[in-house]
C-alpha cells in the first residue's frame, strides 16, 4: 500500500515533503533485498541521508513534535546489521511477535489455565528438547540426503516461475475485425502483418510501405484474457498472492468496463532487472497464439513461433524522473503517420517484467 500514497501527495504537499516520503520509501525497499553488496548498501544510507535531511519540514508543517520513535533509531543500525548478520529476510521485527506466539500464546493453549506458569515453562522446556533433538538427528544426515533434499527445493521453487497461462483460451477462433473492436486496438491487423512480413525470407518479404495492404493467411486467433508470472522477492505483496502477478487483457462484457493493464516490456539485450533502461511501457491489448492450421488442412509454417504473444500499443515514457518524486511520466503518443497507426508491436508473453503502477493526475 505504501507505494501508492506517494501519488497521492503529489501536488497536494509541499516538496520537500515528497522527497522525504519518497527517500523513507526508497530505503524501506533497498532493505528488502535478497543480496547486498557495497554498491546497494550506498544506496541504502544515501536514503537515510536524504530522509534525516528533509525530515524537519514535518516538524516545521506541526505533522511532527519529534521522531523519537524506536523504529526510526533502528534504521540507523540497517547498514551495520546487514553487514554483520546478513539481508534483513533473515530477520526483522515481526520475529519478537513470533516469539510471542511461540513463547505465550501457544504455551498458555496447552495448560489447563490454572497455575498456568509452570506449565507453560515445562512446555517450552520440552519444546526446546524437542528442536534439540532434530537438530542432532539432521546433523548426521548424509550428504547425499541433503544434497537430495536441496534439489527438491529448488525444483519445487522453480516450478511456477515464468510465465504462465490457462490451458484453453478464453475466447477461440476471434475474427479480427471482433479483436480490433472488442479489444480497442484498431491498429493490431496492421502490426499483425509487419510481424507475420519478418518471418518470410528477404526475397519473399513485402516492403514496409506496402505491408498494410498485404493478404493475411488467416482472419481467426485464439483469444486469452490473463495471463500471471513470478514476481521478485519485492513484489511478493501484489494481488494477495506470494511472488504471482496477474496481468488482464479483457474486453468489456455489458455494462462492465474493459481491463487492459499497463505493462513494462524488455526492449532490448541491455534490460536490466531494476530501473527501466532498455525497457518500454505500453498498454497490453491483446494475448493471443497463432493459428497452428491455416483455413481448413493447411500447416502453419514450421517459422512461426508456437507460444503466446503479445500485443502492446506503446506509450510515450519521460526521459528522466522527476526531480522531488523520481517517478516517470507517461503520456498517450501520437499516430504514426497519416493512416492513424498507433506505435504497438506484438512481443513474446516472456518479454512482459512487470504490471506498470501508474496514477493519473488531473
Not at 501536488?11 to 557495497?38: M, N, W
Not at 527438491?152 to 478464453?170: F, I, L, S, Y
Amino acid at each position: 500500500m505504501a507505494r501508492i500514497l506517494l501519488g497521492c501527495i503529489m501536488g497536494k504537499a509541499p516538496s520537500q515533503v515528497i522527497v522525504c516520503y519518497r527517500a523513507l520509501l526508497d530505503f524501506i525497499y533497498v532493505a528488502q533485498y535478497p543480496t547486498h553488496d557495497d554498491s546497494t548498501l550506498q544506496y541504502l544510507t544515501n536514503a537515510l541521508d536524504e530522509f534525516h535531511a528533509n525530515k524537519d519540514i514535518l516538524v516545521d508543517l506541526g505533522i511532527r513534535n519529534h521522531f523519537n520513535i524506536p523504529k526510526f533509531h533502528s534504521m540507523l543500525h540497517y547498514e551495520e546489521c546487514i553487514r554483520n548478520s546478513r539481508t534483513t529476510d533473515n530477520y526483522n521485527t515481526e520475529m519478537f511477535e513470533r516469539f510471542h506466539i511461540d513463547y505465550a500464546k501457544e504455551a498458555w493453549r496447552a495448560s489447563n489455565f490454572r497455575n498456568e506458569l509452570p506449565q507453560m515453562t515445562q512446555w517450552l522446556s520440552r519444546q526446546e528438547k524437542i528442536v534439540m533433538f532434530q537438530s542432532y538427528i539432521s546433523h548426521y544426515q548424509s550428504e547425499e540426503e541433503r544434497e537430495e533434499e536441496v534439489q527438491e527445493a529448488v525444483d519445487g521453487r522453480n516450478q511456477d516461475v515464468g510465465v504462465v497461462t490457462a490451458k484453453r483460451p478464453a475466447a477461440p477462433s476471434q475474427t479480427l475485425s471482433n479483436i480490433q473492436t472488442k479489444h480497442g486496438c484498431p491498429s493490431f491487423s496492421y502490426h499483425l502483418r509487419i510481424f507475420l512480413n519478418k518471418f518470410l525470407t528477404r526475397g519473399d518479404s513485402i516492403p514496409r510501405t506496402q505491408v498494410g495492404n498485404a493478404f493475411l493467411p488467416f482472419d481467426k486467433l485464439d483469444v486469452w484474457h490473463s495471463f500471471k508470472f513470478s514476481l521478485d522477492t519485492l513484489g511478493n505483496d501484489i494481488d494477495g498472492q506470494k511472488g504471482i502477478d496477474l496481468v488482464r487483457a479483457q474486453p468489456g462484457r455489458g455494462k462492465s468496463p474493459g481491463r487492459f493493464d499497463v505493462v513494462v516490456v524488455t526492449h532490448n539485450d541491455g534490460a536490466e532487472s531494476t530501473g527501466l533502461h532498455g525497457m518500454k511501457v505500453g498498454r497490453l491489448r491483446l494475448i493471443f497464439r497463432l493459428p497452428e492450421v491455416i483455413g481448413l488442412y493447411n500447416e502453419a509454417p514450421s517459422v512461426w513461433p508456437k507460444h503466446h504473444f503479445a500485443y502492446v500499443e506503446w506509450l510515450t515514457l519521460s526521459r528522466s524522473p522527476g526531480a522531488h518524486h523520481n517517478m516517470y511520466s507517461v503520456t498517450k503518443p501520437l499516430p504514426l503517420d497519416t493512416t492513424g497507426h498507433l506505435p504497438g508491436d506484438i512481443v513474446p508473453l516472456s518479454t512482459v517484467r512487470h504490471k506498470y503502477a501508474y496514477q493519473t493526475l488531473w
